[in-house]
T-cell receptor, first 112, second 117 residues
Framework: GNSVTQMEGPVTLSEEAFLTINCTYT??????LFWYVQYPGEGLQLLLK?????DKGSNKGFEATYRKETTSFHLEKGSVQVSDSAVYFC???????????FGAGTTVTVRA | DTGVSQDPRHKITKRGQNVTFRCDPI?????LYWYRQTLGQGPEFLTY????????KSRLLSDRFSAERPKGSFSTLEIQRTEQGDSAMYLC???????????????FGQGTRLTVV
């Protein structure tokens, strides 16, 4: 079956630091890959997605590249802000819809 | 449209009682999903509807769980004879399935947090 493994947290960073959250997946076929973010007190929001190999998703300064050869979709941001403090979830869909398999989430705290 | 709404936001119930949650999706969205999220874990898929038809149910959805979407708009999730293991956040999401199987982004509600004591 499908599964997503992401880097365990929590991760604590200083403002302007570089952030990487690792995500690897197991799936049949060619899944779509997603990063969702959950800010404190809010619902899950789609941060970015990629639907085929070598695609790069980007939004709000975050980027992730779909690497089929390493079955990975690592999330990166070059300079984090306090407002990036949230829980980040990697997810996949093997059907193109939003029946999603999620990772366990990574809590990121950015200190001023 | 204010997005996906879920009601109630919090529910505390005694073991053995029945509970029902409601989800109001974005009005034009024809697809509706239910997920369950336990502490420290990512959401897990429970079931989904295309309009009023329930098309798939996860093995996580035991016989005590039932979901409906009677008119293809709002949906309800009922848990009968609640158990402590049912304590979780129940999330609803909706999206639009358009022509040729293209899906718009799914939007999530803020969830209903269930505590079974």
């Amino acid at each position: 079956g499908n599964s997503v493994t992401q880097m365990e947290g929590p991760v604590t960073l200083s403002e302007e630091a570089f952030l990487t959250i690792n995500c690897t997946y197991t799936a049949t076929g060619y899944p779509s890959l997603f990063w969702y973010v959950q800010y404190p007190g809010e619902g899950l929001q789609l941060l970015l997605k990629a639907t085929k190999a070598d695609d790069k998703g980007s939004n709000k300064g975050f980027e992730a590249t779909y690497r089929k050869e390493t079955t990975s979709f690592h999330l990166e941001k070059g300079s984090v802000q306090v407002s990036d403090s949230a829980v980040y979830f990697c997810a996949l869909s093997d059907r193109g819809d939003y029946k999603l398999s999620f990772g366990a989430g990574t809590t990121v705290t950015v200190r001023a | 449209d204010t997005g996906v709404s879920q009601d109630p936001r919090h529910k505390i119930t005694k073991r053995g009682q029945n509970v029902t949650f409601r989800c109001d999706p974005i009005s034009e969205h024809n697809r509706l999903y239910w997920y369950r999220q336990t502490l420290g874990q990512g959401p897990e898929f429970l079931t989904y509807f295309q309009n009023e038809a329930q098309l798939e149910k996860s093995r996580l959805l035991s016989d005590r769980f039932s979901a409906e979407r009677p008119k293809g708009s709002f949906s309800t999730l009922e848990i009968q004879r609640t158990e402590q293991g049912d304590s979780a956040m129940y999330l609803c999401a909706s999206s639009l399935r358009g022509g040729q199987g293209v899906y718009t982004e799914a939007f999530f509600g803020q969830g209903t947090r269930l505590t079974v004591v």
